[in-house]
């Protein structure tokens, strides 16, 4: 069974794939958004240890309503790449791809001494740590043939139904539940995008007048303090978002953004490398007995941000050694042939949902 296009006529309102270049601002939301996340967790890590100024913290919750709803939107607008395969390619590559990294990195997080739990129970697995990100991404792909079968509306309908059932959770005591549906929305919304490409025609259009918008999010945190996951602060996160694809549009255009464009498609390897680093430097700092002053905190944070994403990128380099892609990937020589189908990298994606084709109305 197959649920690529190429295997039964469009319907309305899917968006047909053409053979043009994968839309590299796709590539620069995904890496200012991972960046965003690696710089969050350099300051939230040393916290635990050594006191950090109040205004770090306060830029850490200026990025929230950026960084994971930018990161799981954009990955939900790849669904019409990921449909072109047939269904058992399609769930084998989430496997590869998604579900053995979430294994070998919740060995390496017990390794370095950071799982939330005894590895032999269960609840360590559902979840676990920062890998929480992967295992949401799992869940989603999962189901996401079956959201194709949905009208556009019914699309729509589940965003807003995932986002309003989230609401009254409580964090504390279901928080990952909580937020595996409030980002599942979000997930969602970006696969929506491409089933409605006047929406990015519009902000390719007036990019900046949506960069300008995306700065809501910022007001709101600077005026009250707070944001959170949840409810209607769900309206402003995707505002924000399609102000950061417009800002993102705009530096495309700008030229010079190789660099995060090559963090973006390898946002996995970003990812799951830099928690378990931070982890190692932060105790090992604090083993030591060192006391740095509080002025150098900062400094500190930003020393940690460095190191994590040169380490990243050094593994993104060398990714195509066989020992350091197993970290990463379940290698498609070790599946057989008909369950690989064809490479991400090889199949001309319909990545430009404001330039994709729609299906006859």
């Given amino acids: 069974m197959a649920v690529g296009h190429g295997t039964r006529p469009a319907r309305a309102g899917r968006p047909v794939s053409a053979d043009r270049p994968r839309e590299r601002w796709m590539d620069v939301v995904r890496g200012v958004s991972v960046l965003f996340v690696v710089l969050s967790h350099a300051t939230l890590i040393l916290a635990e240890t050594y006191p950090v100024p109040a ?50 990195w919740v060995l390496v997080l017990a390794a370095v001494g950071n799982l939330p739990g005894p590895i032999l129970d269960p609840r360590t697995w559902y979840a676990t740590s920062y890998l929480w990100f992967i295992f949401f ?59 409605y490409p006047g929406l990015l025609r519009s902000v390719r259009a007036r990019r900046p007048l949506f960069v300008v918008l995306g700065l809501a999010p910022v007001v709101l945190v600077l005026v009250t303090g707070a944001f959170e996951h949840s409810g209607a602060y769900a ?105 690989v189908g064809v490479r991400r990298t090889d199949v001309p994606p319909a990545a430009a949902p404001e330039l994709a084709q729609e299906g006859t109305p």
């Fill in 55 to 104: 205004w770090m913290l306060r830029l850490d919750v200026l990025l929230m309503p950026y960084r994971m709803p930018a990161l799981m939107a954009l990955s939900g607008m790849l669904l019409p790449l990921a449909f072109r395969k047939p269904l058992v390619v399609y769930y084998v590559s989430k496997a590869r791809t998604l579900l053995w990294p979430y294994l070998v």
């Fill in 235 to 339: 309206l402003l996160s995707s505002v924000g978002v399609l102000g950061v694809i417009a800002a993102s549009m705009i530096a495309v255009d700008g030229g010079r953004t190789g660099f995060v464009e090559l963090l973006g498609r390898n946002s996995v390897v970003v990812y799951v490398t830099h928690f378990p680093l931070l982890v190692l430097l932060v105790d090992g700092a604090a083993r030591s007995g060192a006391q740095p002053p509080s002025w150098a905190t900062p400094i500190l944070v930003l020393a940690l941000f460095v190191l994590a994403v040169a380490v990243a990128y050094g593994l993104v380099r060398l990714r195509h050694v066989r020992i350091v892609g197993w970290l990463f990937e379940w290698p498609s020589t070790a599946v057989p042939r008909r369950w």
């Fill in 137 to 195: 991404l799992l869940c989603y792909f999962t189901v996401a043939p079956l959201v194709r079968l949905l009208p556009r509306w019914g699309v729509v309908v589940l965003v807003l139904a995932l986002i309003s059932v989230s609401t009254p959770l409580d964090v504390v005591s279901d928080g990952r539940t909580k937020s595996l549906l409030y980002l599942g929305g979000f997930f969602f919304a970006g696969y929506a995008l491409t089933l």
